[in-house]
């Protein structure tokens, strides 16, 4: 990994349907050189997937989104891990992270409706051995994700010429 | 009634590229590579800070050098980030933008018939300021076989017993030129053996590409008879707020203030209260924005010279520096059918003066998707001549 590996991510991250010629030629690298790389990166497992980022309300997709928070018992030799990894088989749980502060877990579940995500939690998550404790949010609006701003922003008028 | 307009007024030239504005303006769909200026947004960090100040009531005149506290963050900056040494007591003054510190340094110096060398092509205010002190400027000449770098001999063959001062931009708008410590060091030599002043206007700083920007006044011994400009605009996306600034030793500095008291009183004050936050907390904004300059520069220049317009590569500023030689041709011919029959906005390089005809300036200010269309039209532009 070096500096054009790291500038090659930085790229994809913003906008992954550019072209290695593209790319290359924003890092002064051949196409040749910059596709071997980008393998090289996807065999490494550093790139995981392409993907979009999309204004599903746009979309008129009525998809309800929530973030569960999860106290959790640590077991003795694996921690949080192997419950981590149970929770994150569900097709349901987009994100999942462990954090410091008054809870141990936090999810992102997504699901048809309000009844599709209350039955996977209670169901599904909330019987689960050693979590303690669940606190269910729902989110009423997205503004920004991953970096993007998901409203609309008024162009600023720019003059045709200036020194 | 007699024409009340000074003769100076009347002499200086008019912004060269005027009949293209208005013609730009009445054009739909034009992708302009004509403006001098970052396309990004001033950083939100910066705008809250300023919101909220003038929510909070700090809306009145600062002292004439500027707030105290911005002067001393920008001390701290520019030591650590080029190892200048300015006192934020009594060798900094924070203007609107560069361009009155411009003007203030150039009425400080000259006298009548002084003769202020300008290294060309160069921004377009320097000659103007000059002539308007009732100085008398004289090119110097960057040519496209120095990387448009000043060169030194070139800088001897003009300076006369008049010679009072060189002024120089590096990163240069418009060719992207750079000098590094060596080019500087020859020039050093001269400025002191001629016992010159010496004012760089360093606002593209933070733009260099390849290594890192050397501060003219951090070179031999040329601090005693510098004067450094630099400004938020570029770097931080702030072209509109007009915060600049101008450091020189003290006893410079102090005579300068006195004009600076006179025709600006002080810098807004909303400005001076970003420009603080900026050095505060927009290091990472500003790397960002730097970050993406760069990519679009080397996919922009290979871009021109695939379609077929000689571009060398800048190693600093948001400028490419095509030449149109070869085309049949001149820079302001080309200018005016690229706008009107494809309409991609560029300026002609005559305008910066010497060393600029021949050339365009094409700002990369823009963003990659603007690029690519505006190279798909100048190549269509190319086919056709």
């Known amino acids: ?68 928070e999860l106290k959790v018992s640590p077991e003795r030799d694996y921690g949080y891990d192997r419950i981590a990894e149970r929770l994150s088989r569900f097709r349901q749980v987009k994100s999942l992270r462990l ?45 920004k994700e991953n970096g993007n701003m998901l409203f609309e922003q008024q162009e600023a008028e720019r003059l045709p010429y200036s020194f | 009634m007699r024409n009340f ?6 002499t200086i030239p008019p912004s060269g590229i005027r009949k293209f504005f208005d013609l730009a303006l009445s054009m739909e769909d034009v992708i302009s590579l004509g403006v001098g200026e970052p396309d990004f947004r001033t950083p939100w960090n910066i705008c809250e800070s300023s919101i909220y100040s003038i929510e909070q009531g700090v809306t009145s005149y600062t002292p004439n050098k500027g707030l105290p506290a911005l002067r001393e963050a920008l001390s701290n900056y520019l030591k650590q980030h080029y190892g200048l040494t300015y006192n934020a007591d009594n060798e900094i003054i924070i203007t609107s933008g560069v361009s009155e510190a411009l003007d203030i340094a150039v009425r400080a110096l000259v006298d009548p018939g002084d003769e202020i060398l300008i290294a060309q092509p160069s921004y377009v205010s320097y000659a103007p300021c000059v002539t308007l002190a009732g100085g008398k400027p004289v090119p110097v000449e960057c040519t496209e076989s120095d990387k448009f770098r000043l060169n030194p001999d070139a800088l001897l063959e003009k300076i006369t017993r008049k010679t009072k001062a060189l002024m120089i931009n590096f990163p240069n708008n418009p060719t992207g030129a750079v000098m590094n410590r060596k080019d500087l060091e020859a020039i050093a030599d001269i400025v002191i053996d001629k016992d010159l002043l010496l004012v760089t206007d360093e606002v593209y700083a933070e733009l260099t590409y390849e290594g890192s920007h050397i501060a003219a006044a951090t070179v031999s011994d040329l601090w005693e008879r510098t004067i450094t400009l630099n400004g938020f605009s570029k770097a931080y996306a702030m072209t509109g707020w007009r915060v600049g600034y101008l450091c020189a030793p003290k006893d410079l500095c102090e005579t300068i203030l006195k004009i600076h008291q006179y025709v600006m009183l002080c810098a807004p004050v ?28 080397n996919m922009f220049v290979a871009g021109l010279n695939r379609i077929g317009l000689s571009t060398h590569i800048p190693e600093g500023a948001f400028y490419a520096f095509p030449t149109v030689k070869g085309t049949g041709l001149s820079d302001t011919e080309f200018a005016e059918r690229l706008l009107k029959e494809q309409r991609v906005a560029v300026v002609p390089g005559s305008v910066f003066g010497v060393g600029g005809e021949s050339h365009l300036r094409c700002a990369y200010a823009v963003s990659r998707k603007q690029l690519n269309e505006a190279l798909a039209r100048m190549d269509i532009f190319l086919n056709s001549l």
Not at chain 1, 13 to 21: T, V
Not at chain 1, 121 to 140: F, G, K, L
Not at chain 2, 274 to 294: F, I, P
Request: aromatic share 4%.
């Open chain 1, 99 to 143: 954090m410091t502060g008054t809870y141990d877990l936090q999810l992102l579940v997504t699901g048809r409706n309000m009844q599709d995500v209350s039955r996977f939690v209670s169901e599904h998550v909330a019987p689960m051995d050693r979590i303690r404790e669940t606190a269910t949010h729902i989110i009423m609006k997205s503004y």
């Open chain 1, 1 to 68: 990994m070096d500096d054009k590996d790291l500038e090659i991510l930085r790229i994809l991250e913003d906008n992954s349907r550019l072209s290695a010629q593209e790319i290359g030629m924003m890092i002064c690298l051949t196409t040749v050189e910059t596709e071997a790389r980008i393998q090289a990166l996807e065999t490494a497992g550093v790139i995981r997937k392409y993907t979009a980022v999309i204004n599903w309300e746009l979309a008129g997709n009525g998809e309800v989104s929530s973030i569960i």
């Open chain 2, 270 to 297: 909303m400005g001076q209260v970003g420009a603080l936050e900026a050095l505060r907390s927009a290091e990472e904004d500003k790397n960002n924005m730097v970050n993406e300059y760069r990519l679009r520069r």
């Open chain 2, 5 to 10: 307009i000074s003769e100076r007024a009347r």
